[in-house]
């Protein structure tokens, strides 16, 4: 029922910067937690960023203080700044949302719970 179609992916050099948008249809993003996901070849995919219903966001260590999670409730629309790229950030990005379900629900993404609702994903090559 919920769409989400990523696009702003590309190569870039490290120390360069990307945007990543996330169009969503079909639900209100105001009642969504939403967030990115990345997999690298031979690894786990990795929640990132999140932010809350509320506005709250969340990060994982290796992106904190160099990607910011925002979302613009008027365009139904999640984005992704990613400044001071590096060659390890390279991955297919995923954007990804649920219905707010409670207080922990970044804790269960970092752990391995699925939200809902995936887009296609859209690949980032830093070099």
């Known amino acids: 029922h919920v769409q989400l179609v990523e696009s702003g992916g590309g190569s870039v050099q490290a120390g360069g910067s990307l945007r990543l948008s996330c169009a969503v249809s079909?639900?209100?993003?105001?009642?969504?937690?939403m967030g990115w996901f990345r997999q690298a070849p031979g690894k786990e995919r990795e929640a990132i960023a999140g932010?809350?219903?509320?506005?709250?966001?969340r990060y994982a260590d290796s992106v904190k203080d160099r990607f910011t999670v925002s979302k613009e409730h008027a365009k139904n629309q999640l984005y992704l700044q990613m400044d001071s790229l590096k060659p390890e950030d390279t991955a297919m990005y995923y954007c990804?949302?649920?219905?707010?379900?409670?207080?922990?629900?970044?804790?269960?993404?970092?752990?391995?719970?699925?939200?809902?609702?995936w887009g296609q994903g859209t690949q980032v090559t830093v070099s």
């Open positions: 079909g639900y209100d993003a105001l009642y969504l937690c």
């Open positions: 932010i809350n219903t509320d506005g709250t966001t």
């Open positions: 990804a949302a649920d219905r707010w379900y409670g207080g922990s629900w970044w804790e269960l993404w970092i752990t391995g719970t699925n939200p809902t609702f």
